[in-house]
């Protein structure tokens, strides 16, 4: 009977699967996949303390908000600074979702993926956020162990899988084997970094003040890391910072790829110095199945090539890179009893 009444509430609740991340924000629900992927950004009126928006309809506000109207990015570099905003952010996905699958009942469970080597202190703040925002219990695993089970990585058996899982804040360089991650480096620089290159770029070079926005779509349409392709131009727009005025130029693939660089380079040594760290057994595994590319930044024209160049070990991009972290919080939930070795401990109360 008891057995039954569980099973009942079960399918009311929706079960999911989160993935908090700097720059977006998915939630995977039981038998329904992905409903939710929105930029992780939070419009706020400070007059009334009232939310205005959240996700896309935030993030289009960026840089064009009056005096009155706060934007907060409640993630930096990967974990919550903004305890409260996240808050309200996730008891809104929430309850999105609970509207929309009638399930009123607030008995959800929920698998996070947080950044590798993050405090108690953090994670607690992530599962505080999600139980008040109406979840029963919070599981927590490790970004880079979500999106290699997302790519159904054979990470249970004992086979080295190295994953690179490179987002908006942050880098997380990864080996994973039987289950648990056995070396790893994290570095806060990510696709959020590449646009700030771009704008110091854009600065120094020009004179041009340009916003967040323009830094992310000119990476995005025509950034590459490699030296020898084909010239590819686009306009720049922004403020002249010797006149005050707006003013366009002309910008090449080869002056974004010198803008980040720096930072690629970084990215490039962190692998480097995560695979002389790991192993011989599991560098051999590594080497025979390649470094696995995960997160939005893994798209960047090139970044691939360079790594296999530098590090001499072949590289291959996940399929659907930005969503590999949530699809793996999905499989973790509709499998719980053969994956629960992968979850974190909970924080002690
Ligand atoms: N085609 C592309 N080329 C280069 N960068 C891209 C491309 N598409 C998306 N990005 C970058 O990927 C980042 C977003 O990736 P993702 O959604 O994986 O990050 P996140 O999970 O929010 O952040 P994090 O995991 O660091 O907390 C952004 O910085 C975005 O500019
Ligand atoms: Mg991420």
Do not use: W
């Amino acid at each position: 009977m008891f057995n039954m009444f569980n099973k009942l509430l079960g399918k009311f609740s929706a079960d999911m699967g989160i993935d908090l991340g700097t720059a977006n924000t998915l939630v995977y629900v039981k038998d329904k996949g992905i409903v939710i992927n929105e930029p992780s950004v939070v419009a706020i009126n400070s007059r009334n303390d009232q939310i205005i928006a959240i996700g896309e309809d935030a993030k289009k506000m960026v840089g064009k908000t009056p005096g009155h109207i706060m934007i907060s990015k409640p993630l930096v570099n990967g974990v919550i600074s903004d305890f409260e905003v996240t808050e309200r952010m996730i008891k809104y996905f929430i309850t999105k979702i609970h509207q929309e699958s009638f399930s009123f009942l607030p008995r959800s469970r929920v698998v996070v993926a947080i950044p590798l080597d993050v405090t108690e202190v953090e994670r607690k703040a992530v599962e505080d956020a999600c139980k008040s925002g109406g979840v029963r219990e919070v599981f927590l695993v490790e970004q880079p162990v979500a999106a290699a089970i997302g790519a159904r990585l054979p990470i249970q058996e004992a086979s080295g899988v190295m994953i690179v899982e490179s987002g908006a804040g942050i880098t997380e360089i990864a080996v994973i084997s039987l289950g648990g991650v056995v070396t790893f480096t994290t570095l806060p620089i990510a696709g959020n970094e590449l646009n700030e290159n771009i704008i110091q770029y854009a600065r120094e070079n020009f004179n041009l003040l340009i916003g967040e926005r323009t830094a992310e779509e000119l990476k995005i349409k025509i950034g590459t890391v490699l030296g020898d392709i084909e010239r590819e131009e686009t306009t720049m727009c922004g403020r002249d910072l010797m006149t005050g005025l707006p003013k366009e130029v002309i910008i090449s693939n080869q002056q974004i790829r010198e803008a980040i660089m720096r930072s690629i380079r970084q990215i490039v040594e962190a692998i480097r110095d995560t695979v002389e760290k790991t192993p011989p057994e599991l560098v051999v595994d590594i080497y025979e199945r390649g470094i696995l590319l995960s997160g939005g930044t893994a798209l960047l024209r090139g970044l691939d090539k360079i790594i296999a160049m530098e590090i001499k070990i072949p590289v291959h991009i996940i399929d659907d890179p930005l969503t590999s972290v949530v699809r793996g919080t999905g499989i973790i939930l509709e499998d719980l009893n053969n994956l629960k070795d992968v979850l974190l401990p909970p924080t002690t109360e």
